[in-house]
């Protein structure tokens, strides 16, 4: 008897290693073993001539950071796209989910339609963008329209990276949107009901009931909006053809850790180590935010 | 009071159509221009309906590029074995996290946990350079073997299993199945509805993916589509009905899709939202 448990037992662990075999391939070969490679090449310059050949370099790749000044034209460029992108596009998500969860009619209509960039890519977005960007584009005839000043956002330094959050902000508040909607549904009525009572108008009501029901779900977005837009490439990338340009002004960090890695020779030690920095960032920031949500709900 | 309530339903639906306005318009515009004529996109004109419709930027974006078939068949075969590969590999991972127990399966679980916090940035360049030892540089495999499980949906497989009834695989057992037979023939047909959810993600993810495509594949014949319409915007800069064009081609794949998939797509978001 024992041992037909045994065997059962036996049989188990090895369907359970079949299973997990793929995962365990790719975790194995593409994510744990590259990070502990992407290490080792943080602390040594890389050059691609023919083979691949190291050389310890000791911390200079991480030092080099605060000599460089395109470094931190791109985490300054990073920082002011994360401040304003994060907040807003949050505060957009949440005031239409609330608006889409009122019971008016038609909210199927406006939800597939809210819906669209979210399935559409961002090359095609950015591209879309650039076309009504144009000098003589569409957003620059509503501009001259309404009588405000129009720019040239493509090339113009003061607007270029400004041009990239609005896209930006237009493109993922939908699908934060959604989120919010699926949490907005577990908001007991009664509440509103208390509040109707005691004579709260729908204002009051969003304030004071929807905003702080919401808190747990309004952490998650904050950090998944942390997380997307410091890694902001894509966009940029496509705006300026690579380069971060007009005047490094739509630099962003993972832009510049794709120049060092592929586009200049020898740097790509450099390029690792920056992505470990940024990770780092990414990490703190997360964890921050995650005490401070904790901390204002004990309250 | 019924007049306040009827001017609050007011400004509510002000809000949603002006939204709905603000998201249609690029959509609006991008459609318009890739039927217009090279002459009206010149001239600059704002009007949404093309003064002579024209499908012929349609027809010039396959001519003019001769790759363009090329790149829309790679970024679907991409997406399509890539989403294959993930639904059948997420599940069995998912199923054996749930379901079976073997040495090393909780630091397993965790490590994928902690996957889903490391950024991609991170494995960029060591996996540039171990693809091109492997020589899967301007290869499919070389997107699609990195990217064939996603530790998101193991998860959300996992949390799937675990609330599967164990009386179906029981009965199933009873009959002689083995397990593995019964993984792909019955328990696998069960979970449809969580496929689906996972399905439209990863598709997409692999569809509208950019930086990998850039970095892997660097010979032209190898381009997917967002990085084929990255260069043929240099090359066609001031042709906007062109560029527009093909944009439309590259997006209507997802709409589609979207349009079956529509009740999983929510519920899909909201997972990934309630973990």
Same mark, same amino acid.
Do not use: C
């Given at each position: 008897m024992k041992r037909t448990i045994s065997a059962k037992k036996w049989r188990e662990i090895g369907q359970g290693y079949f299973f997990m075999s793929p995962t365990i391939f790719v975790l194995l070969l593409f994510i744990l073993g590259p990070i502990l490679y992407a290490i080792f090449l943080s602390f040594h310059k890389v050059e691609l001539l023919g083979g691949t050949s190291y050389q310890f370099v000791g911390l200079d790749n991480y030092s080099r950071v605060f000599d460089d000044e395109r470094a931190k034209i791109a985490v300054w460029n990073t920082f002011k796209y994360v401040i304003i992108v994060v907040p807003t596009q949050t505060f957009l998500a949440i005031v239409l989910a609330a608006t889409l969860n009122a019971g008016l009619k038609g909210e199927k209509f406006f939800r597939i339609v809210y819906f669209l960039p979210t399935l559409t890519s961002s090359a095609v977005l950015t591209l879309i963008f650039m076309w009504m960007y144009n000098k003589e584009g569409l957003v620059n005839f509503m501009l001259d329209t309404l009588g405000l000043p129009t720019y040239n956002f493509l090339g113009d330094p003061q607007v270029a990276l400004a041009a990239i959050m609005v896209m930006n902000i237009w493109s993922t508040a939908p699908f934060f949107m959604v989120i919010y909607l699926a949490a907005l549904q577990?908001?007991? !009525?009664s509440l509103y009901e208390a509040a109707e009572l005691d004579g709260a108008g729908p204002i009051k009501k969003f304030w004071y009931i929807t905003v702080p029901q919401l808190r747990p779900i309004t952490s998650f977005v904050f950090i998944m909006g942390l997380i997307g837009t410091f890694q902001l490439f894509d966009q940029s990338y496509i705006f300026s053809a690579?380069?971060?340009?007009? !005047?490094?002004?739509?630099?962003t960090v993972v832009l510049l850790i794709y120049q060092y890695a592929f586009k200049s020779m020898g740097t790509m030690g450099y390029a690792a180590a920056l992505a470990f920095l940024l990770a780092i960032v990414i990490l703190i920031a997360t964890l921050l935010q995650r005490k401070f949500s904790k901390e204002e709900s004990l309250y | 009071m019924k007049k306040s309530m009827s001017i609050g339903k007011m400004i509510l639906y002000a809000i949603l159509i002006l939204y709905a306005v603000v998201t249609l318009i690029p959509f609006l515009w991008a459609l318009s221009s890739s039927f217009k004529t090279l002459g009206e996109i010149v001239n600059?004109?704002?009007?949404?309906?093309?003064?002579e419709f024209t499908f012929d930027n349609y027809k010039q974006i396959f001519i003019r590029e001769e790759l363009f078939t090329r790149w829309l068949f790679n970024s679907a075969f991409i997406a399509v074995v890539g989403t294959a590969l993930n639904l059948i590999f997420n599940s069995m991972a998912g199923y054996a996290l749930a379901r079976l127990s073997f040495p090393g399966k909780k630091p397993l679980f965790i490590i994928i946990l902690a996957v889903l916090?490391?950024?991609m940035q991170v494995t960029l360049v060591p996996n540039y350079l171990i693809l091109k030892e492997f020589g899967?540089?301007?290869?499919?495999q070389g997107i699609i073997v990195p990217g064939m499980i996603n530790a998101t949906f193991i998860f959300m497989m996992r949390q799937f299993f675990i609330n599967f009834p164990k009386e179906v695989e029981e009965a199933a057992e009873i009959d002689g199945l083995t397990r593995i037979g019964l993984f792909f023939r019955i328990v696998l047909p069960l979970a449809v509805p969580a496929l689906s959810a996972q399905a439209i993600f990863v598709f997409m993810g692999f569809w509208n993916d950019f930086m990998r495509p850039l970095i892997i594949m660097t010979n032209a014949e190898m381009f997917t589509l967002p990085v084929g319409l990255n260069t043929f915007k240099g090359q066609y800069i001031s042709y906007w009905n062109y560029i527009m064009a093909a944009s439309m081609v590259f997006t209507l794949p997802v709409l589609i899709l979207y349009g079956f998939f529509n009740r999983y797509f929510i519920k899909g978001i909201s997972f990934t939202g309630g973990k």
């Amino acid at each position: 008897m024992k041992r037909t448990i045994s065997a059962k037992k036996w049989r188990e662990i090895g369907q359970g290693y079949f299973f997990m075999s793929p995962t365990i391939f790719v975790l194995l070969l593409f994510i744990l073993g590259p990070i502990l490679y992407a290490i080792f090449l943080s602390f040594h310059k890389v050059e691609l001539l023919g083979g691949t050949s190291y050389q310890f370099v000791g911390l200079d790749n991480y030092s080099r950071v605060f000599d460089d000044e395109r470094a931190k034209i791109a985490v300054w460029n990073t920082f002011k796209y994360v401040i304003i992108v994060v907040p807003t596009q949050t505060f957009l998500a949440i005031v239409l989910a609330a608006t889409l969860n009122a019971g008016l009619k038609g909210e199927k209509f406006f939800r597939i339609v809210y819906f669209l960039p979210t399935l559409t890519s961002s090359a095609v977005l950015t591209l879309i963008f650039m076309w009504m960007y144009n000098k003589e584009g569409l957003v620059n005839f509503m501009l001259d329209t309404l009588g405000l000043p129009t720019y040239n956002f493509l090339g113009d330094p003061q607007v270029a990276l400004a041009a990239i959050m609005v896209m930006n902000i237009w493109s993922t508040a939908p699908f934060f949107m959604v989120i919010y909607l699926a949490a907005l549904q577990g908001i007991p !009525d009664s509440l509103y009901e208390a509040a109707e009572l005691d004579g709260a108008g729908p204002i009051k009501k969003f304030w004071y009931i929807t905003v702080p029901q919401l808190r747990p779900i309004t952490s998650f977005v904050f950090i998944m909006g942390l997380i997307g837009t410091f890694q902001l490439f894509d966009q940029s990338y496509i705006f300026s053809a690579g380069s971060g340009g007009p !005047d490094n002004s739509t630099l962003t960090v993972v832009l510049l850790i794709y120049q060092y890695a592929f586009k200049s020779m020898g740097t790509m030690g450099y390029a690792a180590a920056l992505a470990f920095l940024l990770a780092i960032v990414i990490l703190i920031a997360t964890l921050l935010q995650r005490k401070f949500s904790k901390e204002e709900s004990l309250y | 009071m019924k007049k306040s309530m009827s001017i609050g339903k007011m400004i509510l639906y002000a809000i949603l159509i002006l939204y709905a306005v603000v998201t249609l318009i690029p959509f609006l515009w991008a459609l318009s221009s890739s039927f217009k004529t090279l002459g009206e996109i010149v001239n600059g004109g704002i009007s949404f309906i093309p003064k002579e419709f024209t499908f012929d930027n349609y027809k010039q974006i396959f001519i003019r590029e001769e790759l363009f078939t090329r790149w829309l068949f790679n970024s679907a075969f991409i997406a399509v074995v890539g989403t294959a590969l993930n639904l059948i590999f997420n599940s069995m991972a998912g199923y054996a996290l749930a379901r079976l127990s073997f040495p090393g399966k909780k630091p397993l679980f965790i490590i994928i946990l902690a996957v889903l916090m490391i950024p991609m940035q991170v494995t960029l360049v060591p996996n540039y350079l171990i693809l091109k030892e492997f020589g899967w540089l301007n290869s499919y495999q070389g997107i699609i073997v990195p990217g064939m499980i996603n530790a998101t949906f193991i998860f959300m497989m996992r949390q799937f299993f675990i609330n599967f009834p164990k009386e179906v695989e029981e009965a199933a057992e009873i009959d002689g199945l083995t397990r593995i037979g019964l993984f792909f023939r019955i328990v696998l047909p069960l979970a449809v509805p969580a496929l689906s959810a996972q399905a439209i993600f990863v598709f997409m993810g692999f569809w509208n993916d950019f930086m990998r495509p850039l970095i892997i594949m660097t010979n032209a014949e190898m381009f997917t589509l967002p990085v084929g319409l990255n260069t043929f915007k240099g090359q066609y800069i001031s042709y906007w009905n062109y560029i527009m064009a093909a944009s439309m081609v590259f997006t209507l794949p997802v709409l589609i899709l979207y349009g079956f998939f529509n009740r999983y797509f929510i519920k899909g978001i909201s997972f990934t939202g309630g973990k």
